[in-house]
């Protein structure tokens, strides 16, 4: 009998996403220096790209408002990449002013999704890129594009994965360097991902593809496992959990970083990072949010290191 | 390129041992009458197995002290199992007279968390079982064997693949029908998995091979994928994921139900169970806790529900 996992990639990249997607759900005001301490502890933690913050606009998402203060405020570590979320060209602008690595881009494989989330269709808002993306690359900055609801769509139900690589088709086209499939309602099974995998990988280079997963029903980190035997090396994630998507209700959970690296470890999957320095990034914000970071990981360290003081 | 899981099994058994392993770490104490109405909520569900008490004493566990009482209210439903956990002759001639379908009797991997938690070697715990099953075989009532710890233990740190073989040998010549193999403090991965299965494989019959999943770190699912690609097809879970174990510090979370089911409805693996009769089950079963359910299926469901209702 062959064994299962023998062929994974043994080396795998973690973008880090909570300090954007995770604390734009937040729904209290997290102080700006909260926010570059959490940003710094992660650098130190060794995680190779962080999405820092959104230069969406202020009204939209008032808790990322800050954005330039965060980016002008952070200590860079070398070799870490630092992203931000860049709706427009004026966007692109403050992000490379504020001296970003790296930015972001975002569309969805659902018009409906996209419709209720940025109000155009998925080919307006690729349009929209063009111009962002050319002059990223004009600027040297690498380009990462966001694919939402790839695995299901909380208005139009199933999303076939042929559309998803249209979609991710037109983005490699437009000169975005990688793509992040994101399971934005958490919706996925390991033989969707499997599906949605094969026929990407049918066009795209396995290096460009990134997973976006979502702990919604507790299924992330078996797509994780699908996702890497179809050789996927890019995870997505967020410290303690933080985040979800405010368009679809009743989801919640972003892959937690904490379990992410619980399972890589496990796996003897380089990742480079180190999970306790996470645990902690996590705990230092944790005190001022008003809710239990989701994690599974970091809530039963957190409860063993509770009873370990007990003691 | 070969894609993953196309030789996993295509039905599974999902065993409900919610009613036992669940409420009995329930601080709150359960009324007889909602245990039996939760139970006969998971019969209804097409649950195969339900375990509905425990035997062991009172003292020990009170929350289960009126086994006898629920085991007698509960409504059968023809072809499901009704389980009871019996530690000694004593426990099996009660579980006897009060009707149970099946008997399961515990001991673990590891010497040092079999003496924390029912103070005997393992050896000694096996031949306290040789009376029970003998009796309980030839009263034509089928036995499981709990193998706990047997992914690492929460005193001795990690255990030998080898040493979970050695025990589930033992189990297998006392007579016991099937053995299921308990991550007891929710430590594995899917790589431990693998291993672990691979060397019960070498001698057991696959069909006598039961998986006993937590989700304390958030793996628990991704454990259920590994153990598929085993060939494994008999899982426990808890309704909600109700229950974890008292004496593993931090341990919390038997694999919920509802996720497992979600998974697998998702792999389209046959299970016969509703998964929206479980969350009846859970809910009904939830107002009168002092807690919300673990399962993440479970609280998106409940989320989505309450968003809905405000429409």
Redesign the interface.
């Known amino acids: 009998?062959a064994?299962?996992?023998q062929d994974i990639p043994k080396r795998v990249r973690v973008v880090e996403v909570g300090p954007r997607d995770g604390l734009q759900n937040e729904s209290r005001k997290i102080p700006t220096e909260a926010k570059v301490r959490f940003v710094d502890a992660l650098s130190l933690a060794g995680l190779p790209v962080i999405e820092v913050t959104s230069f969406v606009s202020a009204r939209a998402i008032p808790q990322l408002a800050d954005a330039e203060d965060v980016l002008r405020a952070i200590r860079r570590v070398a070799g870490v990449r630092y992203c931000a979320l860049v709706p427009n060209e004026r966007g692109l602008e403050s992000a490379l002013a504020a001296g970003v690595s790296e930015v972001a881009v975002f569309t969805a494989a659902s018009e409906t999704f996209n419709r209720h989330n940025i109000n155009a269709t998925v080919a307006e808002s690729i349009a929209r890129f063009v111009p962002v993306v050319r002059r990223a690359r004009a600027e040297g900055i690498r380009v990462r594009g966001y694919v939402s609801t790839s695995f299901g769509c909380p208005y139009e139900g199933s999303v076939a994965p042929q559309r998803v690589l249209d979609v991710v088709d037109r983005l490699m086209e437009v000169g975005v360097d990688e793509v992040s499939i994101g399971d934005t309602i958490?919706i996925?099974?390991?033989?969707?991902v499997?599906d949605v995998c094969?026929a990407l990988?049918a066009r795209i280079p396995v290096e460009r593809l990134a997973m976006h997963f979502h702990?919604?029903?507790?299924?992330?980190?078996?797509n994780?496992?699908?996702a890497l035997?179809?050789g996927i090396a890019i995870f997505d994630s967020s410290a303690g959990g933080l985040g979800g998507c405010p368009y679809a209700?009743?989801?919640?959970?972003n892959l937690?970083t904490e379990?992410l690296l619980?399972?890589l470890d496990?796996?003897?999957i380089e990742t480079g990072v180190s999970l306790a320095a996470v645990v902690a990034a996590t705990s230092s914000l944790a005190v001022i949010l008003d809710h239990e970071p989701t994690?599974?990981?970091y809530q039963?360290?957190q409860?063993?290191a509770g009873?370990?003081s007990q003691e």
């Open positions: 009998m064994l299962p996992f958490g996925a099974t390991p033989n969707l499997v094969a990988l702990d919604t029903r507790g299924t992330a980190l078996a994780v496992m699908a035997e179809m209700p009743g989801a919640s959970g937690a379990d619980y399972l496990g796996m003897k994690s599974r990981y039963a360290h409860r063993s009873s370990a």
